[in-house]
């Protein structure tokens, strides 16, 4: 009988039972003796650093993707190491072809496994011009590192979980793309990290859709303002609309709030869903009258 995503076969990694959600890192989950291996993009700072520290905990083995910053990248590393965990980091642009591979190849080849796929990295704007002067150098940019890496590190990665269920080294597959509330609420200065943002909604559903049958579930977490380097110039800006109201629960959103929904996702407490938005936004989506 095929996997379905979230499904809760014998096999399934965290699966339906409370006392197996509360499996720790390196007890035997009787599908192998392997840690299960995960990719985070651009896990060295902001919200991929969060997520990745946390899978380590949750005893994922952790290829921890940096594109400039090495430093930051083999930190984070290092500290799911030093916790008992397993880690490298890579470095990779998603928006490279070449990259990409490497990054899938690294999993393969240090954990000997690939179960989770976390589509992180992102730019903003370059420059955060008006639309009216918005560039194609620009767009091609951020295109090619929110959306066309994102996208064909999915298919890359899911082709190997496809191989991977079927030689039945892994029970089943998950990929988690994050995009933002960008991709609703629209940035004029923003047009390109916007529309990629829109897009990754729509990448999610199609990736849920064909990947269902094949025991890889896909799911969209949607942050709102994360405190984090990215929106660093824009504090300010934000500190003043947050006490305003601007979204119902008055704080700024923490990189660790966005890694505790791709936990939940990955200890499988959304066994029947797939293709789902998850927002972690303060209840910015709301809208009001
Ligand atoms: P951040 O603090 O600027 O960190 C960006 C991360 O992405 C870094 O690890 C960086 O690596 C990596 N990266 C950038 N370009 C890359 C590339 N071409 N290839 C591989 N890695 C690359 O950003 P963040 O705030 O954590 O945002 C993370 C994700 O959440 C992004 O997709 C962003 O759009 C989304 N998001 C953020 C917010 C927010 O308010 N912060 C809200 C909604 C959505 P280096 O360290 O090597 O530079």
Request: charged share 25%; aromatic share 6%; glycine share 12%.
């Amino acid at each position: 009988m095929p996997f379905k995503p979230g499904g809760c076969s014998p096999r399934a990694v965290g699966a339906c039972r409370g006392e197996e959600l509360l499996v720790g890192p390196r007890e035997s989950t009787g599908e192998n003796e392997t840690m299960r291996g995960a990719i985070v993009t651009g896990g060295s700072r902001g919200i991929g650093r969060a997520i990745a520290l946390e899978l380590g905990r949750l005893g994922y083995a952790v290829v921890v993707n940096f594109v400039r910053q090495a430093d930051a990248g083999h930190d984070v590393a290092d500290q799911i190491n030093a916790a008992g965990g397993m880690a490298l980091a890579v470095q990779g642009d998603v928006g490279a072809a070449d990259d990409r591979t490497r990054l899938v190849r690294a999993a393969l080849e240090r954990f000997g496994r690939l179960d989770l796929l976390v589509n992180n990295a992102g730019i903003t704007s370059l420059g955060r011009k008006d639309l009216l002067e918005a560039t194609e150098e620009g767009w091609d940019r951020v295109f090619a590192t929110n959306l066309k890496g994102p996208f064909f590190l999915a298919q890359l990665a899911a082709n190997e979980m496809i191989r991977l269920i079927r030689a039945k080294t892994i029970p089943n597959g998950k990929i988690i793309n994050v995009s933002s509330i960008s991709g609703y609420a629209v940035s004029t200065n923003r047009a390109d990290y916007c529309m990629t943002k829109a897009a990754m909604g729509t990448m999610t559903v199609l990736l849920a859709q064909r990947l269902a049958e094949e025991g890889i579930g896909v799911f969209e977490v949607c942050p709102g303002v994360i405190e984090s380097d990215m929106t660093a110039p824009v504090k300010e800006k934000y500190d003043r609309l947050i006490a305003e109201g601007l979204w119902p629960i008055r704080r700024w959103g923490q990189p660790e709030d966005v890694a505790r929904a791709v936990a939940a996702i990955v200890l499988d407490y959304f066994p029947f869903s797939t293709g789902q938005r998850i927002d972690v936004d303060g209840g910015f989506h709301i809208r009001t009258l």
